[in-house]
């Protein structure tokens, strides 16, 4: 089992999860952050930190958002791994409570 970042996070990115990962899981793109499930050790440290509730638990993920669990294995693959938290998107607050993102994600820069 492992966590899933999913939609919420497009156009945030915001990174307070990776200060609290024990084993270094996330991995950043343009706009948006994954979690690596070949090294996430499902502790959930991260679920509580995340201030728009993008992470979640494999087994919790809404149909809606099942496409994620995918997608961060792809995109992590890809992206470089972010160890640190920093910034978030200049305009983050403005995304943070919209819906329907998923068009928003940019996988390369």
């Not at 024990?22 to 991995?27: G, K, L, R, S, T």
Request: net charge negative.
């Amino acid at each position: 089992m492992t966590h899933v970042v999913t939609e919420a996070c497009i156009r945030c990115k915001y990174t307070d999860c990776v200060a609290v990962c024990p084993v270094e899981c996330f991995h950043e793109g343009p706009n948006f952050l994954v979690i690596d499930p070949q090294v996430c050790i499902d502790c959930g440290v991260c679920i509580p930190e995340c201030p728009v509730e993008a992470i979640l638990e494999e087994k919790d993920l809404p149909a809606g958002q099942l496409e994620y669990l995918a997608l961060n294995t792809e995109l992590a693959a890809k992206w470089p791994l972010i160890t640190q938290s920093r910034e978030p998107l200049p305009d983050a607050d403005d995304w943070a409570n919209r819906q329907d993102k998923r068009a928003q994600l940019t996988e390369s820069a």
